[in-house]
């Protein structure tokens, strides 16, 4: 099965790429190696290709067989957090005097290591507005080797053209990589449209069960592939083996939540629209949203990520996110249950003062895969209290 993968839909490869059931023992669930070392027959002699869990484990390498094809990579690696992984892209693509570009509204945590530890060894970065195309060119340096893009970006929703991006890049010499993890592989998939590299947090979407932390690395390109399992293995952010199931068993569901999450979304999205204590709604789906074209071009449905603002400023918002009942009021997206918060003070907060700073009346939810009529009513009796 795994040879021909472009042969399968998108929810047949999520469910069966990499994950054979198990030759010795018929276990149609890919088995929890949990082991650290492998027996050898004979010095160097291994049996399934594994010598050390950190370099290798085959629970791992079912996920990264999966990620691989439903990104439409020739190559995955597994990481233990969505950071580690952009850790490990970056190291793998930058050295001391280049440069980076990123989006003004860059996910708080890339922001963070960009700034405060990739700067420290001599990396630059611009921040830019990463739907504008005229300004990504504008901001190219010679020294620039990555052009990094998150879309729709968190937590305001923008769009970036993946396509013009890509060409942007490649005329620079430097390398597209597209953080994915907002519209997942169901939604959109950078590489078919000229990416480079694509990155996840597996904790969000992949997972989709709010019950475990992770992230990926994907890519065709079988020299920066290489350099991407070497830092895996020397640096050693890997996946428990646990961790690794768990992420693969959500994966499995993928397609039918991303489709549940789309509608209740689109269901949100109708009833703040209008709404007389909600200001602007940011969602790629409504007609109006500056982005719209090229997102219904690169993505196949929108999503279940949904940001507003409040009539009342930051006050307003917070009662918003404190008067949820359905909503739980936390951090991370992407599971089955909705969340709600207050990216200024919470998933954003190390951007104040910055250029990356959020608006305070803003107001993001993970819509998540409930009734969307409890999810809808939950939000309007909320808003009636703001
Ligand atoms: C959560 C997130 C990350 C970081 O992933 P972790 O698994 O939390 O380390 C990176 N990018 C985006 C867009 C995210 O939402």
């Given at each position: 099965?795994?040879?021909?993968?472009?042969?399968?839909?998108?929810?047949?490869?999520?469910?069966?790429?990499?994950?054979?059931?198990?030759?010795?023992?018929?276990?149609?669930?890919?088995?929890?190696?949990?082991?650290?070392?492998?027996?050898?027959?004979?010095?160097?002699?291994?049996?399934?290709?594994?010598?050390?869990?950190?370099?290798?484990?085959?629970?791992?390498?079912?996920?990264?067989?999966?990620?691989?094809?439903?990104?439409?990579?020739?190559?995955?690696?597994?990481?233990?957090?969505?950071?580690?992984?952009?850790?490990?892209?970056?190291?793998?693509?930058?050295?001391?005097?280049?440069?980076?570009?990123?989006?003004?509204d860059a996910y708080g945590g890339t922001f963070r290591l960009i700034d405060k530890v990739l700067s420290q060894w001599g990396v630059e970065h611009t921040p830019v507005a990463v739907s504008d195309v005229d300004a990504v060119r504008a901001a190219v340096r010679p020294n620039t080797k990555v052009l990094w893009c998150e879309t729709p970006t968190n937590p305001l929703l923008n769009i970036a053209d993946i396509a013009q991006l890509a060409e942007v890049a490649h005329s620079a010499g430097a390398k597209l990589v597209v953080d994915n993890t907002f519209a997942s592989p169901y939604l959109q998939t950078p590489l078919e449209l000229g990416a480079d590299v694509v990155v996840h947090s597996t904790t969000k979407y992949l997972g989709g069960h709010s019950d475990v932390v992770g992230g990926a690395v994907i890519t065709s390109d079988g020299e920066f592939a290489e350099r991407v399992a070497f830092l895996q293995n020397a640096a050693g952010a890997v996946p428990g083996p646990f961790?690794?199931?768990?992420?693969?068993?959500?994966?499995?569901?993928?397609?039918?939540?991303?489709?549940?999450?789309?509608?209740?979304a689109e269901r949100i999205v109708q009833a703040l629209t209008h709404h007389p204590k909600v200001g602007m709604v940011l969602y790629p789906g409504l007609a109006e949203h500056p982005g719209h074209e090229v997102a219904a071009k690169q993505m196949r449905r929108f999503g279940g990520m949904v940001s507003f603002t409040v009539h009342g400023g930051a006050e307003a918002a917070l009662r918003v996110c404190a008067n949820t009942t359905l909503f739980t009021l936390a951090e991370s997206l992407g599971g089955v249950e909705s969340l709600i918060e207050h990216p200024g003070k919470m998933t954003h907060a190390s951007t104040a003062g910055s250029l990356l700073e959020v608006p305070d009346d803003l107001v993001r939810v993970s819509v998540g895969i409930e009734d969307g009529e409890d999810l809808v009513a939950d939000l309007l009796a909320a808003l009636d209290q703001a």
């Open positions: 099965m795994t040879e021909r993968p472009a042969r399968y839909g998108f929810q047949t490869r999520a469910i069966h790429i990499g994950q054979e059931p198990d030759p010795h023992t018929g276990s149609v669930i890919v088995p929890i190696h949990a082991t650290s070392t492998y027996a050898q027959d004979g010095v160097g002699g291994l049996r399934g290709g594994y010598e050390y869990s950190r370099t290798g484990n085959p629970t791992r390498t079912a996920l990264e067989e999966c990620l691989a094809a439903l990104e439409g990579g020739q190559h995955a690696r597994a990481f233990a957090s969505g950071m580690a992984a952009t850790d490990v892209v970056l190291r793998s693509l930058c050295r001391p005097g280049d440069h980076v570009i990123i989006p003004n961790d690794a199931w768990l992420t693969l068993r959500g994966i499995k569901t993928l397609g039918v939540r991303m489709e549940r999450h789309s509608d209740n």
